[in-house]
């Protein structure tokens, strides 16, 4: 699994970053606020721990423009702050979880493994970007001037981009992620089903097109 550590203490980072490692998760790290934004929308990640007081953008604030662009990935703040009004604050930003510094390591540590777990445990039946909505356990993505209902490889391209709008994937990573390595498919079955996703997006009038991204790949972005 894959984490986001955003921490402007280089010294605390580092320890937390080595801590995380080597108890099995991958981690990228950022040491601001605006950074950890621009890191968390360019790949995927299965948490966040934010740090609240960062330069640029602090992580709360950071926090809350990620969750109005879409993006529900997990997130754990860490912060000196610990009166009630805080922690409650934090939590209302959007956040899953709250830990005071000082902290000892085997809490930090049980606090990801819990949150890793809630996100695991916890998977939305109806997941929306923009002007539509993706209905996982029917297949119908609709918008307010129409529906269609999406199977196969077609609803999980459209369920991978919704879940992770203005990420971009490429070609490799939509093969591995959507048909996996195993399967015995050519790399132009991409293309075609994006080619029908953007039909699709279109019929029903969506505010979202799936954009191109000369040798990078493609993403879920709002309509122009």
Not at 43 to 62: C, E, H, K, N, Q
Not at 83 to 88: K, N
Not at 138 to 158: C, H, P, Q, Y
């Amino acid at each position: 699994m894959r984490l986001l550590l955003a921490e402007d203490d280089l010294d605390l980072q580092r320890a937390v970053k080595t801590l995380l490692e080597r108890n099995g998760w991958d981690v990228d790290t950022v040491s601001d606020g605006q950074d950890a934004c621009d890191w968390a929308g360019s790949a995927v990640y299965d948490g966040f721990i934010f740090d609240w007081m960062m330069p640029r953008l602090d992580g709360v604030s950071a926090l809350k423009r990620l969750r109005s662009e879409g993006n529900n990935t997990p997130c754990l703040i860490l912060t000196a702050k610990d009166a009630v009004e805080d922690r409650v604050e934090g939590l209302d930003s959007g956040a899953d979880d709250y830990l005071s510094k000082p902290f000892e390591a085997q809490e930090l540590l049980a606090r990801v493994r819990a949150m890793l777990r809630r996100r695991d445990a916890y998977q939305p039946d109806v997941v929306t970007f923009e002007n539509m909505t993706l209905d996982k356990g029917t297949g119908e993505l609709k918008s307010d001037s129409g529906s269609v209902r999406l199977n196969g490889k077609a609803f999980r391209l459209m369920e991978l981009f919704i879940e992770n709008p203005r990420v971009i994937f490429s070609i490799n990573q939509l093969m591995e992620k959507v048909w996996g390595w195993d399967a015995e498919a050519e790399i132009n079955v991409v293309w075609v089903n994006i080619s029908q996703l953007r039909k699709r997006l279109g019929e029903i009038g969506a505010r979202a097109q799936i954009a191109a991204h000369r040798g990078s790949g493609y993403s879920l972005e709002a309509g122009k």
